[in-house]
């Protein structure tokens, strides 16, 4: 055996036996930290955030969803698996929207550990088959209610109760007391979006976007979804040519000339919809399903939804 062979093999070797051992200190509770410290595990990064306002220095909060990841597509490196069958709490969105991870959360849910599901608790609204809704989706419950803020304030109260109760050694007066300000935080930010919403015209509360997440906004704002280019509630789904018809018929009926798409693939969308229309489209970016990295413009939910608030208000608005 040549000694390049050898070398390699010692080095597949060495690296199977660091992963062996980094997933049994997690499974057992010794990978890192404070053993003594309660731990809350977090699906989605928008859901991470808002947890970890509340939690504040109560917890350690573990966040599964990188930044910029698709909550729909993301998955989990065995070692992640094992941190939610060890958690005091784990957090998640529900309504299946991680579909990826759904059975891990199961999982952890039937070895003992306290889950909740915030969007589950949060009001959902549903798909509908009319205008702006998927058909193959129709009554099925819409994933993306963090595009409330109202929801959001009803859902942050509902986590403190269940940290509160689930975890272990936190102060239940600083879980309050860090609620009690990220609830201040969020009515000024419901304020805010009305005031900068309040100058769009009647006649321009129209949206199309890449697929459909943006039903709650609507819903809470007074705004009209006329379709999306991939008319689903998930990014897995592709549109069709006739899918695709349909939505520039009804963008030219509506008069509407802009998109609203996630900020990973605004180019793509205007490209498609340019053939369709065989005019000019102007694709707006937005940061729909994830947050981004600290600095990169949406690295907190407050942050996103206020460039997003921006961004929507000014493409509605500019001719």
């Keep these: ?75 989990l490196s065995a070692v992640q698996a094992a941190e939610l069958e060890n958690a005091d709490l784990v957090v998640y969105n529900g309504l299946g929207l991680e579909e990826n991870v759904l059975r891990h959360v199961e999982a952890a849910h039937e070895s003992g550990v306290a889950t909740f599901a915030a969007g ?9 088959g009319e205008e702006g809704g998927p058909d193959d989706e129709a009554g099925e419950p819409d994933p993306h209610f963090w595009t409330d803020p109202d ?17 272990d050694g936190v102060n239940e007066k600083a ?13 000024d930010l419901t304020a805010w979006m009305e005031k900068s919403f309040a100058t769009v015209p009647e006649g321009r509360r129209a949206l199309v976007t890449n697929h459909h997440v943006f039903g709650y906004l609507a819903d809470r704002f007074g705004f009209r979804v006329i379709g999306a280019v991939i008319p689903s509630g998930t990014t897995l789904a592709s549109p069709s040519s006739s899918d695709l018809r349909s939505l520039t018929r009804a963008m030219e009926k509506a008069g509407v000339r802009t998109v609203f798409a996630d900020s990973s693939q605004p180019t793509r969308l205007a490209e498609v919809l340019r053939q369709e229309m065989g005019g000019d ?5 937005l940061y729909s399903e994830s947050l981004t990295e600290k600095g990169k413009g949406a690295g907190t939910y407050l942050q996103m939804m206020r460039a997003n608030t921006s961004a929507m208000a000014e493409g509605l608005t500019g001719d």
Excluded at 120 to 128: K, N, R, S, V, W
Excluded at 151 to 167: C, F, P, S, T
Excluded at 281 to 285: A, C, P, Q, R
Aim: one cysteine or more.
């Design 1 to 75: 055996m040549s000694v390049s062979v050898c070398a390699a093999r010692i080095r597949a070797l060495l690296v199977t036996l660091v992963s062996f051992f980094v997933l049994a200190a997690t499974a057992t509770g010794c990978a890192g930290g404070d053993d003594d410290r309660p731990r809350v595990v977090v699906t989605t990064n928008i859901l991470g955030d808002i947890t970890r306002e509340i939690v504040g220095d109560e917890a350690d909060v573990s966040v599964l969803m990188q930044p910029n990841a698709d909550p729909h597509s993301f998955g």
């Design 120 to 128: 589950e608790a949060a009001d959902p609204l549903t798909f509908h």
């Design 151 to 167: 929801r959001v304030r009803k859902a942050a109260g509902l986590i403190a109760d269940q940290v509160v109760e689930h975890v």
């Design 175 to 187: 879980v309050r007391d860090n609620a009690a300000h990220y609830d201040g935080q969020l009515a």
């Design 281 to 285: 489209v102007d694709v707006v970016s």
